[in-house]
């Protein structure tokens, strides 16, 4: 079990990889992408790989325990994370980490979550039908230790805490998901465009 | 009638929105865009299209009440607007409908409308001859009611209040209309560029 | 005479615009850019074109009154400026004019002339050696008489107020020359990157 | 000895050249770049090369004083200062010099060192491996006299100083370095990204 395996979905993978390289969300070597393979698996991108030229090459399986199929590879040291995502909902298709400026200066500004409200891009995320709702998103701190950090995900999604597909993780980054690679694209580049939006809004307001 | 009877307003369309989509004009499937096709139909976005590989594909014909064509295609919620304008002016050959960051963040932190004056750009706008005119421009209250919005948009065009070709909505975006997809890019940039400033000049005098 | 006699130039300059382009030096069909074409004419941008896509059709000859060689094709309106500059100097090969938001804004908060200093930047400008020295920008104020503005510019040249290859005009931009192609481009990059830094350094001193 | 020797790397280092004038870290033809050469050389860019468009052709070899192997060629006059980097230690394989507005103005803002904790990015750096971490970059006085300059930085590494591998100059930009061209890539980004959030945090603070 390879990605060559997955062909359609690699190179999809690999595409919005590409895409949000050149947005700058995933400089030196940062963030990891992965989709649903199978049941019991996910590809997803080895560690260390520059997004801005990645290929089907540079992506590897993984069980949902995030072990590595072929041991020769090196997975993302966060594929933990993307796992513990998958197992979370089984309608879960594509789990994409970004690691952006406002995203890591946002999360460092703010306190356990952020709330949003009145924006039109809310609308981004499935489930939410207009600006005029308000909108939670979780920060975790960050931590070294990939299953402290997962038990405090799947705690807050036990919880219902995570009301919207994504999270941020403090000094660190978002995390987003959906059905579908396209809807996590989507979440993705919502969330992203919503911090953007806050941290403007916060140095007007400071 | 579909796309395919207009391939080259089809691919001129395409090229603008990739264009706008690479400026981050456009993330998450926000933003959408027509061209007038005959006297009774425009030609529009699809649905949750990802405009930074937008092709003809994406694109559908619907009549100027908003109304598809090929009823198997799902058109952007908002056609109704793009109908309402073309309504107004039947020079009106093309409408742009962006989401930026900057049109977000400025309607949020505006009153009724925009005073912009002292910026060569404003020559961009068909019928502005010098930067020391004084621009107005119109920011609506956002609303997920269609027919409510364009009946503001209606009154406000009556009312002789949209003095430039192009108008906000608060939290959602921007609204550009010309007689051609050329004319109506040089307004959706015109304006950009103007909310950009008008936004970092905010950031200094607070 | 016409741009297919200088297709290399012709090339050359369009390369420069589209790169422009891509970075919003010049959005909305703004911006207009020369090269000098023997000793009495100037080829340059035609009015209204998109500079993200401009090809050598997009170009004309005008001679150093700026009126152009073939009465079919319509030149920038601020052609005078650029004849005006070509002949303030006979060693003055090409001439660029941005208009980017952070010319734009920058402009607009600072007096008659601009003192940078202490930027390692200022060595990209033909004749400065060192950040220590202090390089003095001067600051037109806008005006859409052509031939007002050039008499300002043929003043403040005979003065000996151009100490360095370019100028602003108070929210509008830049105007920035080199003997060849290459280091008028040198020039603009280098004033739009200390632009950048004066205004951001303005952000945090406010 | 000529790039033509080197045809991988030289492609290499072209590559990166280019993807970081994308980013526009290195405008009017600033910034210098290279890989070492053998043990006694380096491959350097030429002086004024337009990082956009780089080439193999744009390239030349230096001996570790920073003397031209071929002399009709001009290396870059920070020549010196990569010779010095190589010859600090053996493994350093690339050396970058970006010049960008994040890492001019703050480092213009800063004193003696910037000392960074809590981001996740600071893994970028070889040797980091937590956000907890503080990291400590050194600000050095820019200098027109390159021997001046390689004395204080080889000063800084004998005493231990140069703990992240890269360090800044003030007003002018970062040098980073690794014992691959990837690894001097990512820390390049690394530093940038960091740099971006530093700057944007000033403006909050503010």
């Known amino acids: 079990m390879s990605p060559e395996d997955f062909p359609g979905p690699a190179n999809a993978l690999c595409e919005v990889c590409r895409l949000f390289a050149d947005r700058e969300w995933c400089l030196a070597t940062s ?21 801005s030229r990645l290929s089907p090459d540079d ?19 966060e594929t933990p994370l993307h796992a513990c995502i998958y197992k ?7 789990v ?3 690691h952006s400026v406002s995203a890591t200066v946002l999360s460092r500004a703010a306190g356990p979550e952020l709330t949003i409200s009145g924006y039109e891009m ?6 939410i039908g207009s600006h005029d709702e308000s909108v939670n998103v979780v920060i975790f701190d960050n931590d070294q230790d990939m299953q402290a950090l997962s038990a405090r995900i ?12 994504g999270f941020l993780i403090r000094g660190h980054g978002l995390y987003a998901w959906g059905e579908k690679l396209g809807d ?17 809004e916060l140095m007007v307001k400071t």
Not at 59 to 77: E, F, N, R
């Open 59 to 77: 992506l590897m399986i993984c069980d949902l325990h995030g072990i590595a199929v072929d041991q020769s590879l090196k997975p993302s040291t």
């Open 96 to 98: 994409l980490h970004t």
């Open 154 to 165: 799947e705690q807050a999604w036990t919880g219902g805490q995570l009301t919207v597909p």
């Open 184 to 200: 996590a694209q989507r979440h993705v580049e919502g969330f992203e465009f919503l911090f953007q939006c806050a941290w403007q």
């Open 31 to 51: 963030g990891n992408f992965s989709v649903r393979a199978g049941k019991l698996h996910c590809m997803i991108t080895q560690s260390g790989k520059d997004k």
């Open 88 to 94: 979370l909902d089984a309608d879960i298709g594509a």
């Open 122 to 127: 809310q609308k981004a995320f499935a489930g």
